[in-house]
């Protein structure tokens, strides 16, 4: 057995010391850093509802005047609020095989549940506007297709 003979209480009272700075330091780093991340989870659920309430006018608008402008407008809200929703709420992960078996396997967790929740409320909400789109798209078609 080995014994460690102390060298007195001024050392221990400094050892001490440095080990409290340490942890304020780390807590006001830690609250800092818990701060910063509730700004940015902040920022990004204002930004979602902005997308939210612009998708909703913009659709409203194609129902009333189903013209192009307003079609792309909203198709292009749609696609922004799904690569912005998809970026913070899903996760691919790929899982490569073994030497005999060489496929991959590609797995999609959900990180962000209520990203989620929110992407699948708000594709219901626009289900119909989504089909006013789809048949413009359609009769788009058809009149490139009668124009050929």
Do not use: C, W
Not at 77 to 96: P, T
Request: glycine share 4%.
């Amino acid at each position: 057995m080995k014994i460690i003979q102390t060298s007195g209480l001024k050392d221990l009272e400094h050892k001490t010391t440095k080990t409290g700075n340490l942890k304020r330091s780390s807590t006001r780093t830690f609250t800092t850093e818990l701060a910063q991340k509730e700004n940015e989870y902040n920022d990004y659920k204002r930004e979602v509802d902005e997308l939210k309430q612009e998708i909703d006018e913009a659709g409203d608008r194609l129902e009333r005047e189903p013209n192009l402008d307003n079609l792309h407008r909203f198709r292009n809200l749609l696609g922004q609020i799904a690569k912005r929703i998809s970026a913070e709420a899903y996760r691919l992960n790929k899982i490569n095989g073994t030497p005999q078996n060489p496929r991959y396997y590609e797995i999609i967790t959900v990180i962000n549940v209520e990203a989620d929740q929110l992407y699948k409320l708000l594709l219901d909400e626009q289900r119909n506007h989504m089909a006013i789109t789809e048949k413009i798209i359609g009769i788009k078609g058809l009149v490139v297709d009668l124009t050929t």
